[in-house]
């Protein structure tokens, strides 16, 4: 610590303080250091002496995590707890100091009325650039004061005074107190305020396993990153970078989980989309104020940008803690501000270590239904009635018109013409043509002729070569009204995917869209194309055969092959290759999921049952 930081901390001679943000794994990490980096004789605590013992049990039996509950009063509903919390800067002090073998002592006043105290500070992970003493001192003037005679007042006199004591025993006492009382026990330690005049109370105490269910709600960390700490701790590792490090570790694991149940999830959860997801996760973090994002919003962003199935296994990986029991103790089931005691039933709980002000959300996920309820489902279609999902039309015929105009113009722009400025720009200047002849210092315009003819097939091709085994649904969609296109596809089988009563999910590997539209006969069982050895030559061969405009647009992955190109010339037909990669990898994974309805009258209930991202 600098001179600097030391004369900020310091109350005395004797007596030096590091105030820290409870629930943060940062501050944890520089509670260590001010352990280690300097000779302490004895480590003071802001939680009450009566805690003591089964709070100094409960660290030593870590990494499981216990919860120390403390009856408030008379009152069977209402209880203070010490949360321990490897994480938890206070609980991580305790855990040093015991292991280095630094005296501890519990400073704080046991009250029966304990009120929790939060406020807003800003993100600790700002200390890998700040040091301690600059961010609390950036802070200071946000505190709230306490008000004369309250409870909070009562307590930072106690400690104050328990300091002076200390000081009588200990050369070198470090004084390790929540960022928010810091100031105010600095100030009643110096100018010596009065004892508060308190009886002792004497409440049971009693200590708890934390059921795992509930961790996320126990713990100030996520309960997988929280694990990552303890396991780094372990095996002696780094973990100063655990904080961002620990996300993209999250990350990773949940999607090898979702690809483990899920193979067809791989192609929306890549390093693309991925990176684009960081990107996004960053931002809206920025935006909140916010250096590093919380569970919320993680799964929030997975929820938009990877779907529902995505966001639920992030949320199930994140709440995992490998060490903490499942069986054994007793537990305590634990929620926001409240808990399941094994006796008592529930209670009203208030956090002797509470952190930054937390703020509960609603965030609606649509989990998998179960595979019970998939086979009934399964059991009662009805295999002569099906239709689509009418907002999944809109959004797949409106992607078809955007590829038609970029056709359009690709045909266009092949047969511009190019000729030197003379007396008017025409269609516009010819950036390329007028680079090329800059050393003439002359101008190149460009005109497009008139359209001629149109275009009113579009063939998209999703996975080449496509694996018959894994695209064995094959048929043809007419139009319901005249806004739609005639539609040929070849797609996964819907019945392998069932969501909903009569609702079912299928993939497009690929299709095309015939506009105007009108009836043709089925091309999967149709003679003339049994010549096609591949499903992308079929559907290429039936899309030539019935298209009445000589260009027809190709959307895929990889350039025409060969064989798509003498089938084009054997029809009379000139591809226009549009790359697949040019439209974005979230909007092609959104359009080839599609769902497929057993009747029109499941259409009344199927959007409680059809996510929004897939």
């Known amino acids: 610590m600098s001179e600097a930081g030391d004369a900020v901390f310091r109350f005395s001679g004797r007596i030096r303080s590091f105030p820290v943000v409870n629930g943060s794994a940062d501050y944890g990490?520089?509670?260590?250091?001010?352990?280690?980096?300097?000779?302490?004789?004895?480590?003071?605590?802001?939680?009450?002496?009566?805690?003591?013992?089964?709070?100094?049990?409960?660290?030593?039996?870590?990494?499981?995590?216990?919860?120390?509950?403390?009856?408030?009063?008379?009152?069977?509903e209402a209880a203070a707890y010490v949360p321990i919390d490897p994480c938890q800067p206070i609980i991580n002090a305790i855990r040093i100091a015991r292991q280095e073998r630094i005296p501890v002592r519990f400073i704080d006043l046991e009250v029966a009325d304990y009120r929790e105290e939060c406020?807003?500070?800003?993100?600790?992970?700002?200390?890998?650039?700040?040091?301690?003493?600059?961010?609390?001192?950036?802070?200071?003037?946000?505190?709230?004061?306490?008000?004369?005679?309250?409870?909070?007042?009562?307590?930072?006199?106690?400690?104050?005074?328990?300091?002076?004591?200390?000081e009588l025993d200990f050369e070198r006492v470090l004084f390790v107190v929540s960022l928010l009382d810091w100031p105010f026990v600095r100030d009643a330690y110096r100018r010596r305020a009065p004892y508060p005049e308190t009886p002792t109370r004497f409440a049971p105490v009693e200590t708890f396993l934390v059921e795992k269910k509930t961790l996320a709600f126990f713990l100030a960390e996520i309960p997988w990153i929280t694990w990552l700490y303890e396991r780094q701790r372990r095996e002696l590792g780094e973990d100063r970078s655990l904080g961002?490090?620990?996300?993209?570790?999250?990350?990773?694991?949940?999607r090898d989980r979702l690809l483990a149940r899920k193979k067809s999830a791989r192609r929306r959860v890549n390093v693309k989309t991925l990176r684009l997801y960081l990107q996004y996760v960053r931002n809206l973090a920025l935006i909140r104020h916010r250096l590093r994002p919380d569970l919320f919003l993680l799964v929030e962003a997975a929820k938009q940008v990877f779907g529902d199935d995505f966001a639920i296994a992030l949320l199930e990986t994140a709440r995992e803690y490998p060490p903490q029991p499942e069986t054994g103790e007793l537990f305590l089931r634990f929620a926001p501000h409240r808990a399941e005691h094994p006796e008592r039933g529930p209670i009203e709980v208030e956090n002797l270590l509470p952190g930054d002000a937390l703020e509960w959300r609603p965030l609606d996920l649509r989990p998998e239904p179960e595979e019970r309820e998939k086979q009934n489902w399964s059991r009662v279609w009805n295999p002569y009635e099906q239709c689509s999902w009418p907002p999944e039309d809109t959004r797949i015929e409106s992607?078809?018109?955007?590829?038609?105009?970029?056709?359009?113009?690709?045909?266009?722009?092949?047969?511009?013409?190019?000729?030197?400025?003379?007396?008017?720009?025409?269609?516009?200047?010819?950036?390329?043509?007028?680079?090329?002849?800059?050393?003439?210092?002359?101008?190149?315009?460009?005109?497009?002729p008139p359209a001629r003819g149109s275009l009113d097939t579009v063939v998209f091709l999703f996975d080449v070569p496509a694996d018959p085994d894994d695209y064995p649904w094959r048929t043809t969609w007419f139009a319901e009204h005249?806004?739609?296109?005639?539609?040929?596809?070849?797609?996964?089988?819907?019945?392998?995917?069932?969501?909903?009563?009569?609702?079912?999910?299928?993939?497009?590997?690929?299709?095309?869209?015939?506009?105007?539209?009108?009836?043709?006969?089925?091309?999967?069982?149709?003679p003339r194309f049994a010549d096609c050895t591949t499903l992308e030559e079929r559907l290429l061969a039936g899309a030539f055969y019935h298209s009445d405009e000589r260009h027809v647009a190709i959307v895929s992955p990889v350039p025409p092959r060969a064989s798509w190109r003498r089938l084009a010339r054997r029809h009379g037909k000139v591809l226009v290759h549009l790359p697949l990669g040019r439209f974005s990898t979230s909007t092609i994974e959104r359009l080839r999921t599609f769902h497929v309805l057993n009747g029109r009258e499941v259409r009344s209930f199927a959007s409680r049952f059809i996510r929004g991202v897939e």
Request: glycine share 4%.
């Open 29 to 76: 990490l520089a509670v260590r250091d001010a352990l280690l980096g300097d000779r302490v004789d004895c480590l003071a605590i802001p939680l009450p002496a009566a805690l003591q013992a089964e709070v100094e049990e409960a660290v030593d039996a870590l990494p499981e995590i216990r919860c120390v509950l403390q009856r408030q009063g008379d009152d069977d």
């Open 119 to 166: 406020a807003l500070f800003p993100d600790p992970y700002a200390l890998r650039v700040l040091s301690p003493e600059k961010l609390a001192v950036a802070v200071l003037a946000a505190l709230p004061m306490p008000d004369p005679d309250d409870q909070r007042d009562r307590r930072v006199r106690h400690m104050a005074f328990e300091l002076h004591k200390l």
């Open 244 to 254: 961002v490090d620990g996300i993209k570790a999250l990350l990773l694991e949940t």
């Open 399 to 448: 992607f078809n018109r955007h590829v038609r105009e970029q056709a359009k113009n690709l045909i266009a722009n092949d047969l511009a013409k190019v000729e030197k400025f003379s007396a008017s720009v025409k269609d516009g200047i010819d950036v390329r043509e007028t680079l090329r002849n800059w050393h003439s210092r002359e101008i190149w315009v460009r005109e497009l």
């Open 482 to 526: 005249e806004e739609e296109s005639t539609l040929v596809f070849f797609a996964s089988d819907f019945g392998d995917d069932m969501i909903g009563p009569g609702i079912a999910r299928a993939r497009y590997g690929g299709a095309f869209f015939l506009f105007p539209p009108r009836p043709i006969r089925d091309i999967w069982t149709d």
